[in-house]
């Protein structure tokens, strides 16, 4: 799906969160009051929510800070400008990682990214869908090569976690944990998933697409979606805080940039203590499915190759290189 110039420029006729009445919006456009009513209408297939009041017009619930390029550009350091190749911002794309996996299958080079204002098939672990309203959180990807082997990038995702915490928190976020393997939760609530996909010969080369999504703002309604309690930025921090996504996409790139550039074999060791630092699951009951199989236990943690520990009831200790952790109900 593509969205029309006149619905984008009508977007940021309506990004104030103000009210404009449709003979307003039409004359701004050089359109038809009729040709506003269908771009109105056009903004339910973006999951974009409008409010319409007689005699006073529409509007969005809140104010909306489009994506934009130069801006997020202007926010990075020196090193991640260094790394960066390049950084497009689409505002419909079925999945930003889908997405470079077709550049990196084109020959992409290594610091691509990929930002979107709405996702159409974006998804999480085990093929879940995220959920993606326009213009209201971040949707990013990036592609990095490398020589090693695909092996040589186990404990990437945990290690991408520990950079995603360092800009939250310079972002002003505090009281933020992660979830193994690549979950990031605010007060037990997720806030953002990563997912890395590796693709390659067993021997190397080799290529990762890592997809990274935060909640910045969801309404109740989108969030009945989600299917497990979650938190987003705007409940966090505030109102205003939704006219600061360049300001967050731009010190995620500072933070994950730096990681995908020097990471390789035994980079792990150098996140471990301040990944457990953050572990916001270990020490509580919690059950691993594998498959169809689940494992019932107490969490402690990751040993030093980043592989779950689980404690049985019968006290054997097991240990998990992949698998769905959910905390138990009682």
Not at 187 to 195: E, H, P, S, V, W
Not at 197 to 222: D, I, K, M, R, T
Request: glycine share 12%.
């Amino acid at each position: 799906m593509q969205i029309s110039d006149t619905l984008k420029r009508l977007l940021i006729l309506l990004a104030d969160g103000k009210f404009h009445s449709g003979t307003e919006l039409a004359a701004a456009l050089g359109v038809s009051r009729s040709a506003i009513w269908k771009q109105l209408q056009a903004l339910n297939e973006l999951d974009a929510e409008l409010i319409a009041v007689s005699g006073k017009g529409y509007k969005l619930p809140r104010a909306m800070q489009m994506l934009d390029a130069a801006a997020i550009v202007g926010r990075l350091s020196q090193p991640a400008r260094q790394w960066l190749a390049g950084l497009e911002i689409h505002d419909v794309i079925a999945s930003t990682s889908g997405y470079l996996q077709e550049r990196a299958a084109a020959g992409a080079a290594s610091g691509l990214v990929c930002a979107a204002e709405y996702q159409t098939a974006g998804k999480g672990r085990r093929g879940r869908a995220w959920v993606s309203p326009f213009g209201h959180n971040l949707y990013l990807s990036l592609l990095w090569r490398y020589q090693d082997s695909p092996a040589a990038l186990a404990g990437l995702s945990l290690a991408l976690g520990v950079a995603v915490i360092r800009a939250l928190k310079a972002f002003g976020i505090d009281e933020v944990g992660l979830k193994w393997p690549n979950d990031i939760y605010w007060r037990q609530r997720k806030l953002a998933g990563i997912l890395v996909e590796v693709s390659g010969e067993n021997g190397g080369p080799c290529h990762a697409v890592v997809g990274l999504g935060v909640n910045f703002y969801l309404s109740e309604q989108q969030g009945q979606n989600i299917g497990q309690p979650y938190a987003d930025i705007q409940s966090i921090l505030g109102e205003s805080v939704h006219l600061r996504r360049n300001e967050l996409l731009g010190l995620l790139l500072n933070q994950l940039l730096p990681v995908v550039a020097s990471y390789q074999a035994g980079s792990l060791a150098g996140y471990l203590d301040e990944w457990r630092q953050y572990d916001c699951v270990a020490g509580r009951q919690v059950q691993v499915q594998v498959g169809e199989t689940r494992h019932s236990g107490i969490l402690h943690g990751i040993n030093d190759e980043g592989l779950l520990l689980l404690r049985h009831e019968d006290g054997r200790l097991q240990t998990f290189a992949s698998g769905e952790v959910s905390l138990r109900t009682a």
